[in-house]
């Protein structure tokens, strides 16, 4: 069964580095999501992106966050300068469609990212 | 703004009862709803998607209801078992746009 794998599954970083968070979406799916859930809080929406723009993002991806897809199959999060409060489970998912009827988004499991 | 509220606090339950779990909505009209399921340290698992236009939809154990009036779902899985522990999510649609917004999730606990 097709599924979003994601790399790395636990990643520790100083704070002020930078980080990139990497996802290979399912292979015929349009539209992909990052979402960041911290330790006992909700899941949390940052940004979809669609046709190789960002076509929504939340109030929490602001200018230190940016998306990439730089080739067919993969899809990054990069985060510029890291802080303390970045230490989160950060999932990808994608979609194969959207509109009206709805879709199912599917998730990958997930990389564990720790600021220290 | 738009809300969605599940209950935070757990739900326990004894194997073999029927769990019902519910989620409110605020501020919009959804076309659709989809309901999700979370274990620890795992992404979320697509399980149910009801339209507006479905007052039912079934799979297996599970039913999930949609209320257009009180701006309600409901989730039942019926003689739960403890494979059935985990944090289930609501997600009615953005109105429009791509994303998939979560509720806060209900965590059940069914007990042998």
């Known amino acids: 069964e097709p599924e979003v794998t994601q790399t790395p599954s636990h990643q520790v970083t100083q704070m002020g580095q930078e980080v990139i968070l990497r996802c290979v979406p399912i292979s015929n799916h349009l539209y992909f999501y990052w979402y960041r859930q911290i330790l006992g809080q909700k899941v949390e929406f940052l940004v979809s992106f669609y046709n190789n723009e960002i076509s929504e993002k939340s109030e929490i991806f602001d200018d230190q966050f940016s998306v990439e897809r730089p080739d067919g199959s993969n899809f990054t999060l990069k985060i510029r300068s890291t802080k303390l409060e970045d230490s989160a489970m950060y999932f990808c998912?994608?979609?194969?469609?959207?509109?009206?009827?709805?879709?199912?988004?599917?998730f990958g499991q997930g990389t564990r990212l720790t600021v220290v | 703004s738009q809300k969605i509220e599940q209950n935070s606090e757990a739900l326990n339950i004894q194997e073999g009862k029927t769990a019902t779990l519910t989620c409110n909505y605020t501020n919009y009209s959804p076309a659709y709803l989809q309901w999700y399921r979370q274990d620890p340290g795992r992404g979320p698992v697509f399980l149910l998607l009801i339209r507006e236009n479905e007052k039912e939809k079934r799979k297996e154990r599970l039913k999930v209801t949609f209320d257009t009036t009180l701006k309600q779902s409901l989730f039942h899985i019926t003689a739960s078992q403890p494979a059935d522990s985990a944090t289930y999510l609501c997600?009615?649609?953005?109105?429009?746009?791509?994303?998939?917004?979560f509720g806060t999730g209900t965590k059940l606990q069914v007990i042998p």
């Open positions: 997600a009615p649609d953005s109105g429009g746009y791509q994303k998939v917004t």
């Open positions: 998912a994608s979609s194969a469609r959207q509109g009206a009827g709805g879709t199912e988004a599917f």
